[in-house]
């Protein structure tokens, strides 16, 4: 529509949008610490960024001042965060998974992304929120839940769905796995590359992972690396598709600034060139800019639309992830 492609990407003057802005970041510390509490530490701080916004921007009465920075978190810090993501892979990690462990990642994810998205008409769910539910699960959870809706732009309570979603069932993965893979008798690089082509979120992947010793750990966090450099297509493709289901054949595809800035870091740091203290800054940098736009999300959602999306998108997201664990499971077993 004319309205959303003429609005600017930095909503509203600095005075409007600091206040916002500075909820989002306490937020996101709120989020960080609370990661650190025993009963919660399988929960990202991301996650748990999302979960408190959601609760302060539901409390009454509704804050309209923090509406403009948490815009800014979700439209600005997020794509920043994707961008510096990009200097944490290189083509060098892609190669060290081999020709079979990038065949089996780049083909669970494309069956996992495209059957949802099937399923998902079949149940009658909305497109868009089929959309999330189909990034988050086949690449990597939360981040490609925001991530995609850049392009999909499905409301900020389907976002919130989708990553409630890929949150469970990621946290289900991380619990079950390491029992099948034991009771399996797989081999450590079998089971790393089982749990790095199958479980949601990158934090899930290595407390699943290294569970079964420091071999199947860094296979598992080279795997899900992989499935993260995926992002970028899977981002132009849900805009292709968004282009050609609203707005018709023939205006083109939209290519989002940050997915370019995203794959021209990857092309840096392959290089080897980047100083160690720039790659340490931008590792400890990316949480904390994903967990800023995730609390902006949560702020912006609205619980009662939330709660009349119904159960089917949660069955949808059951399907899929049943999948992805399932196909995973066959092909690693098929070539180890």
């Known amino acids: 529509m004319p309205g959303t492609q003429s609005r600017p990407l930095v909503p509203g003057k600095i005075p409007d949008v600091l206040p916002g802005l500075l909820l989002c970041i306490a937020i996101a510390a709120a989020g960080f610490l609370t990661a650190r509490l025993p009963v919660l530490s399988p929960l990202s701080p991301l996650i748990l960024a999302v979960v408190i916004g959601i609760a302060v921007g539901n409390l009454p009465p509704r804050l309209g001042w923090v509406r403009p920075g948490a815009d800014f978190a979700v439209r600005v810090v997020l794509r920043a965060g ?7 892979l290189t083509v060098g990690q892609v190669a060290s998974v081999g020709l079979s462990g990038l065949a089996i990642v780049v083909v669970a994810l494309v069956t996992c992304f495209f ?28 981040s490609a839940v925001i991530a995609a809706n850049t392009v999909v732009r499905a409301p900020e309570e389907d976002a919130a769905y989708a990553v409630a979603t890929v949150t469970v069932f990621g946290t289900l993965a991380m619990m079950l796995l390491p029992i099948a893979g034991a009771a399996s008798g797989m081999s450590a690089d079998a089971y790393g590359l089982w749990v790095g082509a199958s479980v949601h979120e990158v934090a899930q992947v290595t407390a699943a992972a290294f569970q079964r ?40 595809v939209p290519i989002p600034w940050f997915v370019v800035g995203f794959v021209v870091m990857v092309a840096i740091a392959s290089t080897g060139a980047v100083p160690g203290p720039i790659l340490a800054a931008s590792r400890m940098s990316v949480p904390i800019l994903l967990a800023v736009a995730l609390a902006g999300m949560g702020l912006k959602t609205d619980m009662g639309d939330l709660m009349r999306r119904g159960l089917r998108p949660a069955l949808l997201a059951a399907l899929s992830w049943l999948l992805i664990c399932g196909l995973t499971l066959a092909m690693v077993l098929l070539v180890s």
Do not use: N, Y
Request: glycine share 18%; net charge positive; with cysteine.
């Open 115 to 142: 059957v949802t998205r099937r399923v998902g008409r079949a149940l009658a769910v909305p497109a868009g929120l089929t959309d999330l539910i189909a990034a988050g699960t086949s690449v990597c959870g939360a």
């Open 82 to 88: 994707i961008v510096l993501l990009g200097l944490q």
């Open 213 to 252: 010793g420091t071999e199947a750990g860094e296979v598992g966090t080279i795997a899900k690396l992989v499935r993260v450099l995926m992002l970028a297509p899977v981002v132009l493709t849900l805009g292709a598709l968004a282009a050609r289901r609203g707005r018709g054949a023939g205006t083109g």
